[in-house]
Structures are given as structure tokens and as C-alpha cells.
């Protein structure tokens, strides 16, 4: 039994089952139980590891992309470079070590950071308190009035899902409730949906669909302030272009778990749906690579060159493996996928490949 356990067993039987969405942010941001609020999730202690956490490389290409594209546009001298959910501060840490020999880039940047964990936001301190960083809690309180040139890796997929299962032309919501007092999936009656109009066209009975509110809420307001300021968002994770099928999943001590067994002790995620980000920003444009071919593109091979001529022995090993887990298919490469979002007027940013 864990405490929070408790608690949500205790509502629903009073109030009734719970969305996946409420069950995912009660899980991962309770104020006294949750994942996200009492502990630190990333490396070799924690659940799951992620691209920076892999090696450097990751973030000086990305970084090397962003200023890239600030360049393409104009080199505007005051912008907001931000991140959300930077975890340990790594990525953040490479972007600004790759971009230091960028003329201007630097004097330029104001860090702002979205973070809502207390134990990470100190980490996150720890690793970029040089660099003067502002927290926010939420992305509507990122400045709406310079460019912003932004990064989130794996941030969407914490953000809370709702799944409906198709039924006719309307839609049963997958819910969490109990049997036998203890906790356990259902599902509602089915209900027409609007916001699932255009999926009635490729799914069919029984398909499951995901909806990210927060996710289209917090794309709209990236693309509205690069839409009328410029800059650029590159949004890294795991998912596809549209969603199918049940992606709902807990990780606890690197491995798979089951989301209902251990509430605010697990992270739960769910895939990216790329496309409902895209149609949420409409005032930007938005292309989407996957994540081994972006990092071929941005020359992640010359790269992983160069600092291996200065390892050997197990340093050397291990620097291999890590390139080959961020890039190959059977790895990160293909699975996770990178969008970016920009100005209609800006160059496509490296990486990227233009209108096919
Ligand atoms: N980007 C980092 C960490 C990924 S873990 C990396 O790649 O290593 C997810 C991050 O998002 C954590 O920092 C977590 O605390 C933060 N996070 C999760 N949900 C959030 C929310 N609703 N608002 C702001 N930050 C959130």
C-alpha cells in the first residue's frame, strides 16, 4: 500500500471513478505524495534515464540548432531561451556550453526555466545558477514580449491523457475505479465527443485514442508567442505523428510496471501525439523528424568522432553505446521524434528537411 493509494481509493468511493488524466495528475503531482514533488526520477538510482543523461552530444547539436536558427533569424538581441521540465539542468548545461563561441548568442539569451518539482528545480540551480535562470511554474507565464527559442525533452509525455475507446460514432472514456476495493481500470457509457470528430474517419470500433489537453493548451501558447516574436521550439519524445492504441505506462527502477500497482511511487507517461500539437499551433510552422535522422542531420557521427579520438578503454565503450542508443532505429532513434515549431517567415531549422 502506498499513502496516496489510500487517498484515491478513499475518493473514488466516495465521489467515483476518476478520469486517467486525474489519476495521472494526482500520481505524478500530489502536493505531498506525488512522483514529480517528492523525488528525483532520473539516472542510475532513479526510473528512467533520457537523451541528455546518455551523453553530451545531445545537447550541443541541439544547442548548435537553436543558435543556428537565431542567426537565420536576424541574431535579435534579446531573447528568451527556456526549457521545460530541464530535470537535472543537463541539457540546458550543453546548450550553453556548445553555444558559448557563438558571438552574441549568450549576451542575448535570458534563461527561463518551467519546473514544477522542488527537488529537480534545486538540481536545476545547482547545474545552471551561473547563468541567472527564472522559474516558472506553468509556460503561460514565459515572457510574451522577445523571441523565444526553447527546448522540452521528454515534458509532453508527463502531461495527463484521457482514452477513449471507440463505440458506433461515439466514444466510451477509459476511467480508473474500483473492484473489490482495490483500484482497477473501466469505463464509462459511450458519449459523442466533438474533439474526436476527425478521428472517426480512421478508427473503428473498439480502437483506443489519447487526448492531451494540456499538451494542445501549452503548444498554443508556444506557438503564439513564435508566431509574433520569432524564435523556435524543438519538442524531443517518444510518440508518432497520431496517436493509436493504449501508450498509458508506469516505469519504476528502469523497467515497465503496471500504472495502477504503486501510485506516486512510478512515473507514468504516455506517448506524444505530434499532430494534436501541430493543429494546436496553427500560427506556426511545425515540421517532425525522427530523432536518429535529426541527429545525422545536425552531424551527431563527426561528433561522436571527434571525442572519441580523446577515450579508450571503457570511457570509449561506452561513448559508442551511447551513440548508438540515441540514434539507431532499434534504440531511441526512430521511436522518439523531434518537432520543431517556427515563424512561416524563418528558414526550416537544421535538421529539419524542408516542404517535401
Ligand atoms: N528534460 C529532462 C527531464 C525529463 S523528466 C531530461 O531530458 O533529462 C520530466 C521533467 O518535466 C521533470 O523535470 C519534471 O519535474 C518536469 N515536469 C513534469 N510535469 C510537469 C508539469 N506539469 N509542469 C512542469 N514541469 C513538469
Redo the contacts with the bound molecule.
Sequence with gaps: MTALRDILVAQIAAQGPLTIAQYM?AC??HPEHGY?TTRE??GTAGD??????ISQMFGELIGLALAQSWLDQGAPGLITLA??????G??MADILRATAGVPGFHSAARLHL????P??RAR?AAALGAFDPVWH???EALPEDAPLFL?????F????VRQFLRDGRGWRERVVGLRDGALAFGQTDALPNSALAHRLADTRDGDLVETCA?AATIAAALGARIASHGGLALV?DYGDWRSLGDTFQAVQGHATADPLAAPGLA?LTAHVDFEALARAAPCAHTRMAPQGELLERLGITARAQALATKLGGEALNSHVAAHRRLTHPDEMGTLFKMLGLFPHSAPTPPGFLNDT
Design positions: 495528475t505524478l503531482l514529480y526520477p532520473l528512467f534515464t533520457t537523451a541528455p543523461e526549457e521545460l521540465g530541464p530535470g537535472r543537463t541539457l518551467v519546473e514544477v518539482s527537488v529537480l536545476q511554474d506553468s509556460v527546448v522540452a525533452n521528454e515534458f509525455d508527463a502531461l495527463p494540456p524531443a512515473d
